[in-house]
């Protein structure tokens, strides 16, 4: 028997639900994992061992982040709002539904923990597959791979000024709690860090704004099926002075340990309202400025 762990959601659903993967595997030791992220599989590099192997999903986010279907065919596509079935002999998990499912706000994990035990105690009833789910609130809040940026962050530090990074993404699902347009964020920071001593960077291109660096055109940090971008992102995010961000999933990478453990002289800017900052601050830990 093989559990395959298989996410149809986004970057920043496959981000989030990364501390339920990991708990779940280390918490059944004697059962083999298959995993099937649609995108960011490269948040899954340290989980790949001898008895956890990864499969291109059926249906997969390309580069320009709109979903494509590839194989209609295959069992994984016929279970997006299923959160458990069996079939000959496996068992699959929808790692998404594990995360959205009951949850009012879809990046919240505080009560992730007691569903995915009451999902596994009701599958061990109905299947028969006996699955533990050990965990601490710390073990959710997800924990990024470890990639190389030293050569950009040194660059960047090398022009001697404070960094303000602008995370000038959009969201993908369609909401970002945000009414000002990234625009309207970059003439404000521009006006806000009016001097010799900052430097304003975004992640994307954005020609209206063609004197300012950016990490997509500069430093060649191009958007990826995989998501090494957006980890490799919030490491350089890691080491800046101001990181302003909005509710969309390329932005929350920074809602890992590394970033959050920063956070005290990392100072970081959620452009939403009270509700979203409220989560960030009180059940992920990140300190934000105003």
């Known amino acids: 028997m093989r559990i395959f762990l ?3 959601g986004h970057n920043g659903d496959i981000l989030h639900s990364l501390g339920i993967v990991s708990i779940i595997i280390k918490s059944n030791p004697n059962f083999k994992f298959v995993l099937v992220p649609a995108c960011s599989s490269f ?3 340290d989980l790949l061992n001898e008895r956890v192997a990864i499969e291109e999903h059926p249906v997969i986010w390309n580069t320009q982040m709109k979903n494509s ?12 709002h299923i959160v458990y079935a069996k079939y000959n002999d496996d068992i699959y998990i929808n790692i998404w539904k594990l995360l959205t499912d009951e949850n009012k706000c879809c990046i919240s994990l505080t009560s992730r923990g007691e569903y995915c035990k009451r999902v596994f105690y009701n599958m061990n ?18 924990q990024l791979p470890i990639t190389d940026v030293n050569a950009i962050i040194s660059k960047l530090k090398s022009y001697n000024k404070k960094i303000v990074l602008f995370y000038n993404l959009n969201s993908f699902s369609g ?29 994307k291109q954005n020609d ?13 940090i191009i958007p990826s099926a995989n998501g090494k971008n957006l980890i490799d992102i919030a490491y350089i995010a ?8 909005k509710i969309n999933g390329g932005s929350l990478f920074i809602l890992n340990k590394m970033n959050i453990y920063r956070s005290n002289v990392v100072n970081y800017h959620l452009k939403a309202d009270k509700e979203w900052q409220d989560v960030v601050q009180n059940e992920y830990g990140m300190r934000l400025c105003d």
């Open 6 to 8: 298989h996410n149809p």
């Open 43 to 45: 948040l899954y590099t």
């Open 69 to 80: 279907m590839l194989n209609t065919s295959n069992v994984i596509s016929q279970l997006h």
């Open 125 to 142: 009833v109905q299947l028969g597959v006996n699955l533990e789910f050990n965990y601490n609130s710390v073990d959710i809040i997800p």
């Open 175 to 203: 909401f970002e709690y945000v009414k000002q347009t990234n625009d309207e964020i970059i003439d404000e920071l521009i006006t806000k860090y009016n001097s010799e001593d900052y430097m304003l960077l975004l992640v």
């Open 208 to 220: 209206k704004y063609n004197e300012l660096l950016n990490l997509e055109r500069d430093f060649n």
């Open 238 to 245: 890691n080491e800046c002075n101001d990181v302003y961000f």
